[in-house]
Each structure stands twice: as structure tokens, then as C-alpha cells.
């Protein structure tokens, strides 16, 4: 017990370390970055008013893509928002070099995001929190499962530094990279997160990144109306889910140019829209704010949601290094907008009650194409700085999670990260009988142990491995890995003795 005591004090103490350092890389990334897009948009207006100046701004822009492809030929693994990389270094299916992730992520993502692409600055946080945590356990000389835990606490204090959440950093490396809430796993990424979180307030202020007015409870009588709400989230949810996947597909069949200058498409588009819709660059915050704040059309709200879809899909295809968490909450609020201002016109809604259905779409959308429920829930919670309309949030998540799970919605991060390292995908086992499901721990005895070696109980046998969406058929030589889910078969009347010697291999030393 002192042991356990005593490491766990040691990794709040080496977390914090991780959490300050990511604080301040990631709060120079932020700034860095949203000062790009003020200059971006100063280069837009003027070309509005003096033309000529677009003969400055098409070659400039070509040169930072051209800088950012040769840093992705560099080092591929900085493409993208790089939580999928992440994930795959966390379940051993992947490894890189810290140093080279750092440095490049943090230059190409300064150039890419600060042009104002559709792109967000939470993805490379979270693997720039990932590289640090990677480095700082590499200099305490941490190996194995110490070392994963330090890189999920860095990718932890990247996306609290970035959102200034704390609680959604931590819940997101748990439930949508780690996949264990093992207490070692959450004591450490929540150290990571206060204290990176901590830095960023300190550059930023105490204010939430979306501060929208959201004091309206929504009323119980009314909850009838986010069903059909959370049924749309849920459907476009998948199809957004689906061109996320499907679309780096399709860059990959121009074969005019190489892959790590398909930036120079989205790059050069994004020109014309900074001129004529400026208000729609970026992440994605600020048309946030801008309908949360104003009234506006619905065919302008439409309009605007159908950009950030599409062009949004065309920028992360082409393996731009950004991330997509902003931008999906941008498409979630602009559904809700539609949605909200559409049903006041015909009169079943009161005005009053529209942002709140910007925020429930927002937690609604990263929901259904996420697929990480809790983490969407503290997120907006997080972001918008209100616990008022709890009830009414959870219901058009669920709603939304249901509809986007039953039309085939995948994990995003953990789809592609199989698709990353090319992982073998193996048919679905069904069998007649009683199963027991036990997920593995990091610092159990069952955790990196090849099944053969493992002493199973008596009158059980180990059928399937549940590796995120994989099914995997075990064999002597298979590796069980922490964030797995065993299915042991047994017969029924020994499954309360057999759930008891499982527990015993699979939870914490």
C-alpha cells in the first residue's frame, strides 16, 4: 500500500512538471496562432479594397504550404490533429520521436492554422502535450507503462492548455485515447491538465473560450422537441464522421502532385472565402459567438453551415495539421442555430431558447462524431461556463449518440488510428453461452503479457479481444494490452467465481 502511496505521489510531481511545460508550449501555439489569423484577415481585407495585393498573398500563401509540406515529408507522423498518432503510440502500435514532433507540429501548425483554414488548435495540442509528456519520461529514464501514463498526462494538459478545461482534458484521454479511468491513469492526467491549465490562464485570463449566454432553463414540457433535434445531430453526425474518414481517400488518388503538398489545395481556397466570408475562418469560435450574439437568416445560417462541412472536410483530408474538435462544434452550433431558428419561424419555439439549442448541438455533433459522450458533456460544460440546462444537454447527447451508433458511427480517433498503423481487422465471434467481459488495466499482471503465459482460471477459456473496434481471436502469441476488454467463456453457474480470479488479474497491483 505505501508503495502504491508512494508512486502515486511521485507521478503527481512529474505530471505537474508536464503540465507546466505544456501550459507554456501550448499557450505560444495559441497565441501564435490567433495571431496569424488577425494578420490573415488585415492580408483578406486588403486584397478586398486593392486587388493587387492578391499577387502578394497567392505566392506568400504558397510558400507556407510549401514550408509545411517539407516538414510532413519531414516527419509524416505530424499529420492531421495527431490524437490518432497518439492513441496508436499509446497502444504500442506506433512509436516517434518526441523532439522532431515538437518542433514541427508546432511550426506547421502555427502556419497552416494562422492562414485561417478550417482547422482547430486541440488536435496538435493534445500531441504536443503527447511529445512533451514523451520527452519528460524520457529524461526521468520512464519506460513501459510509466511512460504511456506521462504521454496521456501530456496530451491531457494540451487539451485543458488549449480549452482551458481541465476536466475535458482529462475525461477525453480516458475515455477517447486511454480508455482506462484506472485511478493511477486519472490522478495523473488531472495534475497534468490543473496545471497546464493553470499557465493558460494566466496568458489567457479566467474568461471561457465561448462565453455564450446560456441562463434559460429549458423547460421539461418542451423536451419533446430534442428528440427529433438530437436525431438530426445524430445523422449528420455520421455523415461527417464518414467524410472524415473517406476523404484523405480521395486526396490520395491525385497523383499529380506528392501527398505532403496536397496542403497547397485547402491553403489556396481558403483565400477567397477570407475575403468574402471572413467571419467563417479559423476554428470556428467565432461564427460561434457571432450567432450566439445575433440574430441572422436562416438561409445565411444554412449557407454557412454548408461551408464549414465541406470545406472543413477539405482541409483536414489533405492531412493539414489541425485538428477538427473546434470546427465539429462549429458545424454542431450552426445546426442548432438552423435548427432553433427554424422552429421559432413556425412558432414552436421561443427565442430566448436558441442558444441553448447552440449548445446542445454543439455537445450533440462532437457526440455523434466523436463518439466520447462524457467528454462532450464537461466540454461544452467547460467551454461556456454554465451548469444551467444539465438535463436537457444530456438528453440530446444521448439522442445523438443512439442515432450516429446505429447508422455505424465509428470512434473517430480510434478508426483512425487503426487505419494509421494498418491494424489487421478480425471477424466478430458470437457464441451461445455466458460470457464474462473484464477490461485489462495498465498496471495489472495481465497488462503487455502474452495470453500463453497468462495462468487462467480453472473452467474458462479466453474467446475474443476487444481492442477498440477491433475483435481480435487470441492466440498463444497475442499480446493483451491495457484498454482491452476480455471475453472469457464460462459455463453460467460459475461466472460469479470466475469474475472474482479475473478481477484479481486485471485491476492494479
Known sequence: ??????????????????????????????????KGIEWSLTGYAMINHHLIFLWLIIPLFIGLGIIVGLLMRGNPNIRGSGIPQVEAQLAGNLEMNWFSVLWRKFVAGVLTDGTGVFMGREGP???????VGQGVAQGFKQHGSDRRLLIATGAAAGLSAT????????????????????????????????TANF?????????????????????????????????????????????????????????????????????????????????????????????????YPLQLIVFYLLLRIGFGLISYGAGLPGGFFMPILAVGALIGAAFGTGMHQIGLLDSVYLNNFIVFGMAGYFTAVSKAPFTSIILITELVGSTHNFMSLAIVVLIAYLSSDWLGSQPIYQALSERLTRVKRYLDSHEPTDLVKMPVYEYSQLANEFVKNVKWPGESILITIKRGNLTIIPRGKTKIKPGDVLYVLAHKNNVGYLTKKLKELTTSY
Open 1 to 34: 500500500m505505501m508503495d502504491s502511496k508512494r508512486k502515486n505521489l511521485q507521478f503527481v510531481g512529474i505530471s505537474a512538471l508536464i503540465g507546466i511545460l505544456t501550459g507554456v508550449v501550448i499557450s505560444a501555439f495559441r497565441f501564435l496562432i490567433e
Open 163 to 194: 480549452f482551458s478545461a481541465p476536466l475535458a482534458g482529462t475525461f477525453f484521454v480516458m475515455e477517447g485515447i486511454y480508455r482506462n479511468f484506472q485511478p493511477t491513469v486519472w490522478l495523473s492526467a488531472l495534475t497534468g491538465a490543473v
Open 125 to 131: 495540442s493534445i500531441q504536443l502535450g503527447g511529445a
Open 199 to 295: 499557465v493558460s490562464l494566466n496568458v489567457f485570463g479566467l474568461t471561457p473560450v465561448l462565453p455564450i449566454f446560456y441562463k434559460q432553463v429549458f423547460q421539461p414540457m418542451d423536451y419533446w422537441k430534442l428528440l427529433p433535434f438530437g436525431l438530426v445531430l445524430g445523422v449528420l453526425g455520421y455523415f461527417y464522421n464518414r467524410g472524415l474518414l473517406d476523404f484523405p481517400l480521395w486526396y490520395a488518388k491525385i497523383r499529380l502532385i506528392p501527398w505532403y503538398f496536397y496542403c497547397l489545395i485547402p491553403i489556396l481556397l481558403v483565400i477567397p472565402i477570407g475575403m468574402y466570408f471572413p467571419a467563417s475562418v479559423g476554428g470556428g469560435s467565432k461564427l460561434i459567438m457571432m450567432v450566439s450574439t445575433h440574430s
